[in-house]
């Protein structure tokens, strides 16, 4: 008989993960487990921008957690690489943020501002200077902000050698669709599989990414999350030649080309419930986008078209540590649109708070799951 696992995390996308790697490195017996496989949705097709300087609660609350993203993804890059072999993508980004308009403009100096006040370096760029390094861009542009504090990496390979690093140290994945919890009074001590057995531990994890809100799981036992899918959906194309070595973004649309050399354009914004399947209407969107900056984009080879689900809290903050009610029930949840960034640093709060020693990343208010109640 083996024995139960100190901590049992239900999830294997970017959140599960980098709990699960941060929880073996500080000693502790763990089982992951998943229903799928391993980042079979939006950990492995999210675009695996790394950006501090954009999305909700930024600037603001989530500014200081998103650039200590960037640094621990620096220092996670080689070391997932030595434990692994997998070599994770990650590499400077050269983002040009667009501006059509005076207004627009305005915004991006307005950025400018407070970027410089946090040491995160960019430039603005005039119209001519932006078609200097993207002559395929046409139609009305005012100017550009070109971001030199941007990376990326390959969500999907990060999250499988995360994955993997987890394994080597000896942690222990699973599959399994997680149905219940099981409970002696207040303390959670283990989970119920659909097939009947039962996993059980010191501490459970949920990082179940957008399913923490599926009405059934307050039915099942399972705590109801106030998250909700935001579908998003992204065309990978073939385009030769050398445009786009930076990734272009203007009005909720952008164009960037990979290090395989394909040339992904993106993305949407959608509530569909937890319909993951691409669609027409959304390729026909993200094509208008597309083609209203860069037209010569006309002539490309849509090669893959991928939609995931982003799981977006009430509040748009993540969702992370105790739950309250439940002793012993952990979250990692709610990243939204910055779930491959702040991944690092949630998997560091969670573990921390589940061994007693958060060190330099205690679970900050804003972000803690006690903020909210659970069905
Ligand atoms: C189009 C798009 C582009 C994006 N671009 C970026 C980007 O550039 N930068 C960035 O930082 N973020 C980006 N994101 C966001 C990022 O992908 C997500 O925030 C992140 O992947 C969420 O990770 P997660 O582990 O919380 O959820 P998920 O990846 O959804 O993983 C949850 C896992 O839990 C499993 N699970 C659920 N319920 C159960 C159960 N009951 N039992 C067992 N297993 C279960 C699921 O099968 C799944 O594998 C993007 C998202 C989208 C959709």
């Known amino acids: 008989m083996t024995a139960s696992p100190e901590v049992v995390v239900v999830g294997a996308g970017a959140a599960g993960a980098s709990v699960a790697y941060e929880l073996v490195k500080r000693g502790l017996t763990v089982t992951m487990i998943e229903r799928d496989s391993v980042a079979s949705h939006a950990s492995g097709f999210a675009y695996g921008g790394l950006f501090p300087t954009m999305g909700a609660g930024i600037p603001g609350p989530v500014l200081k957690h998103a650039k200590r993203g960037v640094s621990l993804h620096k220092r996670l890059a080689p070391e997932l690489e030595d434990a692994t072999g997998i070599d994770v993508e990650l590499r400077a980004v050269r983002s ?48 550009g902000l070109l971001q030199r504090s941007h990376f990326e990496v390959d969500s999907y390979k990060y999250t499988l050698a995360l994955v993997t690093a987890f394994e080597r140290a000896g942690g222990t994945h699973r599959p399994g669709d997680v149905v219940g919890l099981v409970r002696d009074g207040e303390r959670v001590t283990g989970v119920r599989l659909g097939s009947g057995d039962q996993v059980m531990g010191g501490a459970v994890v949920l990082a179940t990414g957008p399913w923490a809100g599926d009405a059934r799981d307050g039915e099942s ?128 709060m969670v573990a921390g708070s589940i061994v007693g020693e958060p060190g330099r990343d205690p679970i900050p208010d804003e972000f803690a799951a006690a903020r909210f109640e659970y069905a």
């Open 96 to 143: 040009l943020d667009l501006a059509a308009d005076e207004e627009g403009f305005r915004k991006l100096e307005a950025s400018l501002a407070w970027q410089s006040e946090e040491d995160l370096e960019a430039e603005l760029l005039d119209a001519d200077g932006v078609r200097s390094l993207e002559p395929a861009l046409i139609g009305d542009l005012a100017g």
């Open 221 to 348: 036992g399972l705590p109801r999350f106030p998250v909700k899918p935001k579908k998003g959906e992204i065309l990978r194309m073939r385009f030769p030649g050398r445009d786009f070595v930076h990734r272009v973004s203007l009005g909720g649309h952008y164009i960037a080309r990979k290090p395989d050399g394909l040339v992904w354009g993106g993305s949407t914004e959608e509530d569909a419930g937890f319909d993951d399947r691409p669609s027409t209407s959304a390729r026909d969107s993200i094509m208008a986008g597309v083609l209203a900056l860069a037209p010569a984009l006309e002539g490309a080879e849509i090669v893959q078209h991928t939609a995931c689900l982003r799981p977006v809290s009430a509040d748009e903050m993540p969702i992370v540590g105790a739950l309250p009610g439940y002793d012993g029930l952990f979250a990692a949840n709610g990243a939204g649109k910055k779930g491959i960034l702040l991944s690092p640093v949630m998997g560091r």
